[in-house]
């Protein structure tokens, strides 16, 4: 199936243009907290051990750097297709960078995931609408799924577009669609954990993996859960 891309409107690999676009998103976003504590939250409450991430679109190392703190990480690595956004992020982590294995691949190539040791977290937010159209949305979720260990453990975050958000509905999936993309490409127990400004966080587990529940669960079910429903990146 062939497709146009949708244009970006930042050239992220212009070091001015990727700085411009960090400040003005942590202006325009300052509840984005939420999204970092809830990441957080579910990462320790799926393990009980140290485990690696791996972060695609780790962008300027903000979600690294609350995962870094508040996680026992055993081992982190930040794809980006961007080396200006990966000089961000060393610059935002500091120190910590050097706990950061920094990798520079693009999700729109086949095979950006070749080479990538299993590992037990994929981590993502406000990223994956850089395939550039959300047809490529499923094919890119199923090479997600074949990078996580057995027990591991997926945390989607992204825009959603819906009537009147004036996002593009060629670029990024309704909320409804995030769910259903996920079952598709081979994930299961998918829940929303977080939903706000537009922006909605899903876990899921590879279909390997056992539910830790013996029901089934429908992913658009209790949606109050996740808390902000309903109040209010391209």
């Known amino acids: 199936m062939m497709f146009t891309d949708v244009p970006s409107p930042v050239d992220f690999h212009d070091l001015q243009q990727a700085r411009a676009w960090v400040e003005n998103t942590v202006a325009a976003r300052p509840w984005r907290s939420a999204f970092f504590d809830a990441f957080v939250d579910a990462l320790n409450q799926h393990f009980r051990r140290s485990f690696s991430v791996l972060e695609l679109g780790s962008g300027p190392g903000h979600l690294a750097g609350h995962v870094l703190e508040r996680c026992t990480v055993a081992q982190y690595r930040a794809i980006d297709f961007s080396a200006a956004m990966h000089a961000l992020a060393r610059e935002h982590l500091g120190a910590a ?112 993996v056992t539910p830790r529940a013996s029901r089934t669960i429908d992913p658009h079910a209790n949606r109050e859960r996740g808390g902000f429903i309903g109040r209010c990146r391209n």
């Not at 070749?114 to 090479?143: C, N, S």
């Not at 598709?184 to 400004?197: E, K, P, Y």
Request: net charge neutral; hydrophobic share 45%.
């Open 97 to 208: 960078a050097e706990r950061v294995l920094f990798v520079e691949k693009d999700f729109r190539s086949p095979h950006w995931f070749a080479g990538l040791a299993p590992v037990d977290a994929i981590v993502t937010m406000q990223a994956a609408h850089e395939v550039r159209h959300k047809a490529r949305q499923p094919g890119f979720l199923a090479q997600v799924r074949r990078v996580i260990a057995e027990g591991g453990l997926f945390l989607f975050c992204d825009h959603y577009a819906e009537p009147g958000t004036g996002k593009n509905p060629e670029l990024f999936l309704t909320k409804r669609e995030q769910a259903d993309t996920l079952v598709r490409a081979g994930f299961q127990d998918v829940r929303m954990l977080l939903d706000f400004g537009g922006i909605a966080l899903h876990r899921a587990v590879p279909l390997t």
